[in-house]
């Protein structure tokens, strides 16, 4: 018997070692495993050996049948990792380098621009607002202090339409009085400051070049409560632009005049180009006029409703403007401002972020 | 505007300190400086030098070769200077001595050594005279340092004129001198000044006769001016400061504007005799002493001698009463008028002088005596012989009031969040020139005259004051204690947002901006007049009609991006004028413009992507399906058969529509454009279908699916009406999954889905619904598909 398992053993593997895929092996398997395989008829021949040597022969086929259904299940695994070897062999290494053309819109570079600083303010708790472009000379200037006959309202700055003393708003600030008397009542009956800030577009009639356009955006916020100091501005101020530039700004302020403030400030940063030495963004100053602020005019907070003449100063308020079309050319490198409002998809369709 | 230090200096004590740093501090005390320039820097080694001798060079037709006496040692000196003769005194740069850029050295010139050099006033940077060599005067001790004698070094800064525009005291150095003394805690020393020395009864005749545009005229006449040239400290000081030296009595009145901010006039005496301001019966043409003729309207102020015209108040005076070489006497004006008329004034004569840009600021009339007798102060400085012959003969007819403003510490603290103390403000205020009472801690406080005009009226102006002197860089900064409540976004920025967001990420659109205007040129290549609408004041109707609707400047980038890809599409959220309201304002309104832009596929095609957008908008702003409804073109360059009005809920919002093929043909052969214009507002008032919740059945449904072919001519729309709105029961969903589209043979395959909450359906019961459809199909001849 040990003879016939030595000879079949021999067969065996001389078989195993020839069998390249899965279908081979389940034949040998059959060949040998199967009720009508070789080792079945191994077991046939038990009866013709001698009673005393049945059960060691039967160990050993039995030994000989674990073997064999061992070996099979190795060279089962065997091929099946040469399979998933080849597989993997014969699979194409994608190339990521390849130029992607995915559909991609994009976004006016304001509105990304518009969205950031917006997100800013409502995390600082104010409420956005909007505005009409068109507004009365009443909101444009005169509720906002700006005398009759003063410069700013000379036909030549500003476009009037043919009608009813309305005119393209040439800056936010015409947005205030409404601002003022929208929230005004919610500050006086219930103590809610008035935070606001209001986008929008502006209109100046001037000659349009690389760095001037009639048609830009503005963004202005206020706030008024009571008790609201220079300090405060500036501590905001501060704070506010440190968000916007993501990261700590130095800020100064200069005497500025605009009618609507009192006193009004021109707002300094120091460059963050350069950190204050001086170099070409800066114009060697160190120092990046941003943006006009001050305390607001006692007069607009009476015309808004928020004082009377009894105590033009029981609220006190500031506000600020931001020019989003500049700060846009700042953050995306725009040397030209005409990209803006030219509508050309070469250079706007590289805005998509979202 | 410039600001010469030693003219500051003239008037406040700076000794010891740091004069960069203070200049600094004017910009954030101030005004903006926008540059400073270090006069004389690179003028180094020039004396006085005599020439002794003077050869023409052998070898050259213009040069010289001179001897120069320049006190230690005499120079060989080649020099080609037309002037350059024996016994004058010059400026001589010594050998080693820096001229501007130029390095003196030893040099051949021509074959002759040449030690130094003469100098004109150009090379010494002290005028632009480059004529000659400078002659001195004779009893100039040769070998002296010219910067001993003259004030060549000076530090002069400029100041942007911008941030003056409410200053009008600082439009001369001595309100500028106000501030630094202001600021350095030093005295401001009184402007020297010279009585009239006239004892005569004889006055000037002044007749103000329109008080509301000049509100005070001072005037004096003055003889026997001999002298023509001003001092070289006045010239170098002009010329510092961006004027040049002309004559005397010129020179002298530009020295007073820039050092007073006090505009004033010279009339050659002879020719004056009464002065009457006003403005003239009729328009006339008048030549200034620029030589031009300029149209004078009956708005225009003028200074008449009697009938006839002699100066544009406060602009230039005339031609004719110029001061010239001859003149030996003169009437003196130093007056004041209305500012806004003298700005109208010089824009519509398109003539903005340094005199009427400070009248424009709204000056003080209070200056206007004080301006005279400085005038006669430095007139006897320069030509002592110079003698009044009338008083000074003033006529002040319109007085600003004079203001007082009371106010108290606290109110200092609570506007500013600091404390400053009672002494700093009462000292910054005195500084400043405000007479200030104090009384513990509250005071009251008179704004001075040259202050008074326009700029300060009230507590608010006091406090700026008071903290701009005390330094913004000095605040310590504090956050305000409001409380915080939510805020909210508004509707309107979400809908944007929104839209923006599907329409970029979703169709790949891009966002851009137009401008409000429609633009004849650009409408024009696309074939589109522009179309009667708002119009702008004061512009044509090639740039001036604001749009009302978004594509008459959405067109346009259309077609000038026609090339940049074959396929794009392009919106803007934006605003047109839907013409006047009844009370006559513009009816404004807010509206999403999108074009969408083809070579490549069908105007069908393109048209139903635009109709997928739509829906999708309102899709995710309404949770409903928006209809729409053919409507004959609003506008020239819609299609008359494929425009359609967008409804909500029975509610227009916008509209869609192909172009019309006369304009489309404009842009490109073979490309499709599709507009869609929706009014924002609209869309946010429109009603919302209701966002609810339907659990799904735990039955399992049976889903029937009907291949229909439409009829020619048939809407998908007419065809819903087989099912839509019929109560079929357990119907839950119908929905379109094929649709094929062959032009004339179209067909649609929809699904019926069919469930119940409570039971499994029978295909009988299912049946039944589906043949009442097929009935009703029938009936508007829509066949099943094979």
């Known amino acids: ?354 | 505007m410039l600001v010469s230090m030693n003219w500051i200096r003239d008037f406040v004590n700076l000794d010891g300190q740091d004069i960069e740093e203070l200049i600094s501090r004017f910009t954030l005390g101030v005004a903006e400086v926008e540059g400073i320039e270090h006069k004389g820097e690179n003028i180094h080694g020039v004396v006085v030098g005599e020439i002794i001798s003077c050869e023409p060079h052998p070898d050259s037709d213009h040069l010289h070769v001179l001897k120069v006496d320049a006190g230690k040692e005499v120079y060989d000196v080649v020099c080609g200077a037309p002037n350059a003769r024996s016994g004058i005194k010059t400026a001589f740069a010594l050998p080693g001595a820096r001229v501007g850029e130029i390095e003196i050295r030893q040099a051949k010139l021509r074959g002759v050594i040449s030690n130094g050099m003469c100098c004109s006033e150009k090379e010494l940077g002290i005028s632009d005279d480059h004529s000659g060599i400078m002659e001195l005067p004779a009893d100039f001790v040769n070998g002296t340092d010219l910067k001993t004698i003259y004030p060549i070094d000076d530090i002069v800064f400029e100041v942007d004129n911008k941030s003056l525009t409410n200053r009008p005291d600082l439009w001369g150095h001595y309100g500028m001198a106000r501030e630094f003394a202001a600021l350095t805690g030093r005295e401001l020393a009184p402007l020297p000044v010279k009585e009239c020395d006239y004892e005569g009864t004889d006055e000037v005749s002044i007749e103000i006769r329109n008080p509301e545009l000049c509100y005070r005229y001072t005037s004096v006449r003055v003889e026997n001016v001999k002298k023509k040239e001003s001092l070289p400290e006045m010239k170098i000081r002009l010329y510092y400061c961006g004027t040049r030296a002309i004559n005397l009595l010129a020179d002298l009145t530009n020295y007073l504007m820039l050092e007073l901010g006090q505009p004033m006039h010279a009339f050659d005496g002879k020719k004056i005799s009464n002065i009457i301001v006003d403005t003239p019966k009729e328009e006339f043409r008048f030549r200034t002493l620029d030589s031009q003729e300029r149209e004078i309207t009956k708005d225009t102020l003028m200074i008449f001698n009697g009938e006839e015209p002699v100066a544009i108040a406060g602009i230039m005076g005339g031609l004719d009463s110029e001061i010239t070489e001859e003149t030996d006497s003169l009437l003196l004006e130093s007056a004041n008028f209305d500012g806004v008329s003298i700005r109208k004034s010089a824009s519509r004569l398109g003539l903005r002088t340094d005199a009427s840009a400070r009248y424009e600021k709204t000056l003080d009339p209070e200056m206007t005596m004080q301006a005279v007798k400085r005038f006669l102060k430095l007139l006897s400085e320069a030509d002592p012989g110079a003698r009044c012959t009338s008083r000074i003969t003033d006529s002040y007819v319109k007085k600003y009031p004079e203001l007082t403003v009371s106010f108290d510490k606290a109110f200092v603290d609570r506007y500013t969040g600091i404390d400053i103390t009672s002494e700093r403000i009462h000292d910054t205020l005195t500084a400043l020139g405000f007479e200030t009472k104090r009384d513990g801690d509250s005071f009251v406080c008179k704004v001075p005259s040259f202050r008074a005009t326009k700029d300060i009226s009230m507590k608010a102006d006091i406090v700026e004051e008071i903290t701009r002197i005390y330094g913004y860089d000095n605040f310590k900064i504090t956050t305000t204690h409001s409380p915080l409540l939510p805020a909210k976004t508004t509707m309107k920025r979400s809908y944007d947002n929104a839209v923006k967001d599907l329409l970029v990420k979703t169709y790949g659109m891009h966002e851009v901006h137009t401008r409000v205007w429609q633009n004849a040129d650009d409408l024009r290549d696309l074939g589109i007049v522009p179309e009667d609408n708002v119009k702008l004041l004061g512009f044509s109707d090639d740039v001036g009609i604001l749009r009302n609707t978004m594509m008459q400047t959405l067109l346009p980038v259309v077609n000038k991006n026609k090339n940049y890809q074959p396929d794009f599409g392009v919106f803007e959220i934006g605003r047109v004028v839907h013409g006047l309201k009844e009370d006559e304002t513009a009816d404004e309104r807010r509206m999403l413009g999108i074009v969408l832009y083809s070579k490549q596929v069908t105007e069908k095609q393109l048209y139903l992507k635009a109709v997928e957008a739509v829906d999708a908008i309102v899709s995710l702003l309404k949770h409903s399906t928006p209809s729409y409804r053919k409507t004959a073109p609003v506008h020239t360059w819609q299609h008359p058969k494929n425009t359609a009005e967008i409804l909500i809920a029975g509610s227009v919002i916008g509209r869609i529509n192909t172009l019309h093929p006369s304009n489309l043909v404009r842009i490109a052969k073979n490309a499709f454009a599709v507009c869609v214009e929706i009014d924002m507002d609209a869309l946010l008032d429109a009603k919302a279908g209701v966002l609810s919740f339907e659990a799904p059945s735990r039955f399992p449904g049976i889903d029937y699916d009907l291949s229909l072919v439409i009829p020619e001519g048939m809407r998908f729309e007419d065809i819903q009406e087989c099912w839509m709105g019929k109560e079929i029961a357990d119907l839950r969903k119908v929905s379109v999954i094929d649709i094929y589209d062959a032009g004339l043979v179209k067909s649609v395959t929809v699904r019926f889905a069919f469930g119940s909450d409570e039971r499994s359906l029978t295909g009988e019961e299912v049946q039944g619904h589906i043949d009442a459809i097929i009935d009703r199909l029938k009936a508007r001849r829509v066949e099943l598909k094979a």
């Open chain 1, 1 to 354: 018997m040990k003879e016939r398992i030595v000879e079949l053993r021999k067969r065996f593997e001389d078989q195993l070692g020839n069998v390249a895929d899965p279908e081979k092996l389940e034949e040998l398997r059959l060949s040998f495993l199967s009720k009508k395989g070789q080792l079945q008829d191994l077991m046939k021949e038990l009866s013709k050996i001698p009673n005393e040597q049945k059960k060691e022969a039967g160990q050993l086929i039995n030994t000989f049948k674990q073997e064999v259904q061992q070996r099979f299940d190795e060279k089962k695994e065997e091929l099946a990792a040469a399979a998933e070897k080849l597989l993997i062999e014969s699979t194409e290494s994608y190339d990521e380098s390849m130029p992607a053309a995915f559909p991609c819109g994009s976004y006016h570079p304001i509105t990304l621009v518009q969205r950031e600083l917006e997100d800013i303010f409502e995390s600082m708790g104010f409420d956005i607002e909007d505005y009409s472009e068109i507004v009365s000379d009443y909101d444009c200037f005169e509720a906002v202090n700006i005398p009759k006959f003063h410069p700013a309202r000379d036909m030549q700055d500003t476009y009037y339409l043919t009608s009813k003393n309305q005119l393209l708003k040439s800056h936010t600030s015409a947005a205030q009085n409404a601002i003022l008397r929208k929230y005004g009542p919610a500050l006086k009956e219930s103590g809610r400051p008035i935070r606001a800030v209001f986008p929008g577009r502006c209109f100046r009639n001037e000659a349009v070049d690389a760095s001037h356009d009639n048609t830009f955006f503005q963004m202005e916020g206020v706030m008024v409560d009571k008790d609201i100091s220079i300090s405060n501005l500036i501590y905001f101020m501060k704070t506010m632009l440190s968000e916007v530039f993501g990261r700590e700004v130095t800020v100064r302020l200069r005497p500025g005049f605009f009618p609507f403030v009192e006193p009004g400030f021109e707002l300094d940063i120091k460059c963050l180009n350069c950190g204050g030495k001086g170099c070409p963004s800066c114009g060697n100053s160190g120092w990046l006029e941003l943006c006009p602020c001050g305390m607001i005019h006692p007069n607009v907070l009476k015309m808004g409703g928020i004082n009377t003449d009894e105590d033009p100063f029981e609220y006190t308020g500031f506000a600020f403007g931001l020019g989003l079309t500049r700060l846009a050319m700042m953050k995306y490198g725009v040397r030209d401002i005409r990209v803006f409002n030219d509508g050309d998809l070469g250079a706007l369709s590289q805005f998509i972020s979202a």
